[in-house]
């Protein structure tokens, strides 16, 4: 280990030694938001991983994105958000293209960054995290959050938890937990849930866990002792691997417990062993490797000596949606070249093109991603994209992620005032006026 | 040779008892001063200001809050993170619900605020010394962290605990929200600290800090002498809280914009500026400036270095990065017990005698 940091030091030395001005054709900048280290590094790492792979691989077989080299600049947060800050204000000039699109992988810097990007005009994807109502484009010009806000995942477990009791109006007296990151991120879904508690008539029990989530054993006390019906989790880094041990401890119904999707990888159901077999958790799209696009990051980043991760945790679930999220942008890109005509995109014109995104199967299969998630089209009023949500589970003897339902939609009748009235309510306080979209 | 007392004579009480009586560092003062009003808002961009300048000054003068307190008063305290939770709560609430009061007020008031809580939570240390008050005002902190995030009503029911700053201005210049000028946000963070860390100053010279420090170095002794330790030391809880406080509100408000309770405030936030103190120099005012220097700049410094300038990776760098902060600490801590303010002395003492040292 000291050799290899002996040996990378003085490499880096003479790296910056001679180093030459390279040729001065024009790079996309994009920023990856990592945390290797801290307690969200184990989810922060396959999620780093999936995001580095998949834009080495375009750099690698196409060189870049229609042609145009991919700068992929890296930079560590340790999900704390002053460093993030400190990281957004370092990445977003960078030369040449400026931080075409940044994804800050943490509610809370997500809503650090909100005001502050939306003047310095780039866009923030906070996919399927941060702050729900910038799903309404008028407001949040500059914000995305599909395919899916925790509202809507709120909601379709809800749809889930009533379609298991055999229809909604079972769900009377039902005793629903949630077991939430005492965090602006895991606040998010406690009022769409109340609005459901109210309409459908179940009790909702919340419970905090405080950061970084070690500590559980008076939460699952009070589970034992409340014995609600079902259980959701808002979790985060360790603080999944804990719960879901603990409720494998106090025995309860692993086919009950519910995570959202930030809580739903390897690393947080495999230290309970066998004890997880059945968790559920949210998800939008399939884990796994065996898509054509896995190949291909096997053959030009793994095979090439470039990749930053270990070969057989390709297809993880943070992995794939890492990947995903780099989809995403790519896509953006590709879109605001066509737009504009023009490779040389600067952050406004990346914005365009991820409000016209519309990525569609058939460009999903092109991508080497076939049946790996649904759709997406986003239009100026809608930054949520299709808010649609599925449910996965977790098999503990094959040690495999499944998809088990097809993507339930989202209970607009719930969520759809909430996002208008918070939306409403961030453009009165910040003296915003909603954009016309027609 | 130059820089030494003998030679600089004094005619009148009022320059004999000066801030810095010598003159070569009156002029360094100066000139530090002025570098700082004239030259660096000319160079401050984004990154400047919301990583290095904003950070730097205002931990600088939670420091030199706490400072007052651990360093001149000897009352450990371990709630720093709940105090600047209780002036950015107090800024945030005092300014949405009074949108039209001037954002100074605004601060000044939110120090007054966190002074009355401070006073409240010091009110154990009458009885109580030493490690037991350390153990009281971590109750404080994980008491008033835990209030601000269960209570709605001071979140103004925001459904996430997220609070944010509405953009503020003084005299028609955006000083808080993302359109303020960074060189407008240094400005007036410098011209606060500036102007607090000279009363600060003024104040440790005068009855109030020698009456702390007489408790601090001997609280029965300090009895006798005819000094109230009800009175010195609930000041000394006031003063450092209307510091901490202010910090906070600055913290919130012009720096961050946007913060919930446990993240911003927590318990890591206290033990930061107390490390600031500690490494700086305990009861000095130039060392909690420089402590805040170390502990805010060096990661950064520490980080820029390895990664665009030795091309280190992103994550080798952080761990490098987290192992060598903590080897410095304790490095110049064997080095000079007393903190960087020491070793500033040392070198002042140097030089009065070089380059003749015999």
Same mark, same amino acid.
């Given at each position: 280990m000291f050799k290899r940091i002996v040996s990378t030091l003085v490499a880096g030395l003479m790296a910056a030694a001679l180093a030459v001005p390279a040729a001065s054709a024009y790079e996309l900048v994009m920023p990856s938001f990592d945390y290797r280290t801290g307690p969200y590094a184990p989810n922060g790492i396959p999620f780093a991983n999936g995001y580095h792979d998949y834009l080495m691989m375009l750099n690698e077989r196409d060189g870049g994105i229609e042609g145009v080299p991919v700068k992929l600049v890296q930079c560590e947060t340790a999900y704390n958000t002053k460093q993030g800050v400190e990281c957004y204000e370092k990445v977003k000039d960078t030369d040449p293209s400026r931080a075409l699109v940044v994804q800050p992988l943490s509610t809370g810097i997500t809503y650090q960054l909100i005001p502050k990007a939306s003047v310095d005009e780039i866009p923030v994807h906070s996919m399927g995290y941060g702050r729900t109502s910038a799903a309404n484009g008028k407001v949040f010009p500059w914000i995305f959050n599909f395919p899916a806000t925790y509202w809507d995942q709120a909601a379709v477990f809800v749809k889930y938890i009533g379609e298991k009791e055999g229809g909604m109006e079972n769900l009377k007296g039902k005793k629903i937990a949630l077991v939430y990151h005492n965090s602006a991120y895991g606040k998010e879904p406690i009022r769409t849930l109340e609005k459901a508690a109210e309409k459908f008539g179940f009790e909702f029990m919340p419970l905090a866990v405080d950061h970084p989530g070690q500590e559980q054993k008076a939460t699952w006390l009070q589970i034992r002792k409340e014995q609600p019906d079902w259980v959701m989790m808002w979790g985060w880094g360790v603080m999944n691997q804990v719960a879901i041990k603990e409720a494998a401890s106090i025995r309860f119904p692993m086919d009950r417990f519910l995570g959202v999707w930030w809580s739903g990888s390897e690393n947080d159901v495999l230290p309970a062993g066998d004890g997880a077999n059945g968790y559920l958790s949210g998800a939008f799209h399939a884990p796994g490797d065996n898509f054509p696009v896995h190949d291909d990051i096997k053959k030009y980043v793994y095979d090439n000596g470039k990749a930053l991760g270990e070969r057989d945790r390709i297809g993880e679930v943070l992995y794939n949606r890492g990947l995903i999220a780099a989809v995403y942008a790519t896509e953006a890109i590709r879109n605001a070249m066509k737009m504009h005509n023009t490779k040389e995109v600067t952050p406004a014109m990346v914005r365009d093109g991820m409000e016209a995104l519309d990525l569609t199967e058939a460009r999903l299969t092109e991508l080497g991603l076939p049946d790996f998630t649904i759709p997406v089209k986003i239009t100026c009023d809608n930054h949520a994209g299709p808010r649609k949500v599925a449910i996965q589970q977790w098999d503990a003897s094959a040690k495999k992620w499944s998809m088990v339902t097809d993507f339930y939609d989202t209970m607009n009748d719930i969520v759809d005032p909430l996002i208008e009235e918070d939306s409403a309510a961030y453009a009165a306080e910040n003296n915003i006026k909603p954009r016309d979209c027609n | 040779m130059f820089y030494r007392e003998a030679g600089q004579?004094?005619?009148?009480?009022?320059?004999?008892?000066?801030?810095? *009586?010598?003159?070569?560092?009156?002029?360094?003062?100066?000139?530090?001063?002025?570098? %700082?009003? %004239?030259?660096? *808002?000319?160079?401050?961009?984004?990154?400047?200001?919301?990583?290095? +300048?904003?950070?730097?000054?205002?931990?600088?003068?939670?420091?030199?809050?706490?400072?007052?307190? &651990?360093?001149?008063?000897?009352?450990?305290?371990?709630? +720093?993170?709940?105090?600047?939770?209780?002036?950015?709560?107090?800024?945030?609430?005092? +300014?949405?619900?009074?949108?039209?009061? @001037?954002?100074?007020?605004?601060?000044?008031?939110?120090? %007054?605020?966190?002074?009355?809580?401070?006073?409240?939570?010091?009110? *154990?240390?009458?009885?109580?010394?030493?490690?037991?008050?350390?153990? %009281?005002?971590?109750?404080?902190?994980?008491?008033?962290? /835990?209030?601000?995030?269960?209570?709605?009503?001071?979140? @103004?029911?925001?459904?996430?605990?997220?609070?944010?700053?509405? *953009? =503020?201005?003084?005299?028609?210049?955006?000083? &808080?929200?993302?359109?303020?000028?960074?060189?407008?946000?240094?400005?007036?963070?410098?011209?606060?600290?500036?102007?607090?860390?000279?009363?600060?100053?003024?104040?440790? =010279?005068?009855?109030?800090?020698?009456? /702390?420090?007489?408790? =601090?170095?001997?609280?029965?002794?300090?009895?006798?002498?005819?000094?109230?330790?009800?009175?010195?030391?609930? +000041?000394?809880?006031?003063?450092?809280?209307?510091?901490?406080?202010?910090?906070?509100?600055?913290?919130?408000?012009? /720096? !961050?914009?946007?913060?919930?309770?446990?993240?911003?405030?927590?318990?890591?936030?206290?033990?930061?500026?107390?490390?600031?103190?500690?490494?700086?120099?305990?009861?000095?005012? !130039?060392?909690?400036?420089?402590?805040?220097?170390?502990? &805010?700049?060096?990661?950064?410094?520490?980080? @820029?270095?390895?990664?665009?300038?030795?091309? !280190?990776a992103v994550v080798t760098a952080k761990h490098i990065e987290i192992t060598m902060l903590g080897v410095l600490i304790i490095f110049f801590l064997i080095v000079e017990p007393h903190g960087f303010a020491r070793l500033w002395q040392i070198a002042k003492e140097k030089l009065r005698l070089w380059p003749f040292p015999h």
């Open positions: - | 004579f004094k005619t009148d009480y009022a320059s004999d008892q000066a801030l810095f *009586p010598i003159a070569q560092d009156r002029w360094f003062v100066l000139a530090v001063l002025f570098v %700082a009003v %004239a030259v660096v *808002p000319f160079f401050v961009d984004d990154y400047w200001a919301n990583a290095i +300048t904003l950070p730097f000054l205002i931990y600088a003068l939670a420091a030199i809050g706490l400072n007052l307190l &651990t360093g001149y008063c000897g009352q450990v305290s371990l709630g +720093t993170g709940g105090f600047m939770a209780v002036g950015a709560f107090s800024t945030f609430k005092l +300014t949405t619900a009074f949108p039209e009061l @001037n954002f100074i007020v605004v601060i000044l008031l939110s120090g %007054a605020i966190t002074a009355g809580v401070g006073v409240l939570f010091g009110i *154990p240390s009458l009885r109580i010394k030493g490690f037991y008050l350390a153990v %009281a005002t971590l109750a404080a902190q994980f008491f008033l962290v /835990w209030l601000f995030n269960k209570v709605d009503w001071f979140l @103004n029911y925001s459904p996430t605990g997220q609070i944010s700053m509405p *953009p =503020r201005e003084i005299f028609g210049i955006l000083i &808080t929200g993302p359109r303020a000028a960074p060189e407008a946000k240094y400005l007036f963070c410098l011209i606060f600290i500036g102007i607090f860390a000279l009363l600060a100053k003024n104040l440790v =010279r005068g009855r109030v800090g020698r009456s /702390w420090m007489a408790i =601090r170095d001997m609280d029965i002794a300090a009895e006798l002498i005819g000094i109230r330790p009800l009175e010195a030391k609930l +000041t000394a809880f006031a003063v450092s809280s209307f510091y901490v406080g202010m910090a906070g509100s600055l913290y919130f408000g012009v /720096w !961050l914009g946007a913060a919930e309770p446990i993240e911003a405030f927590g318990i890591e936030q206290s033990f930061l500026v107390l490390f600031m103190i500690i490494v700086g120099g305990l009861g000095s005012i !130039l060392g909690s400036f420089l402590g805040a220097a170390f502990i &805010t700049l060096m990661p950064i410094l520490m980080k @820029n270095f390895m990664v665009d300038g030795l091309q !280190l």
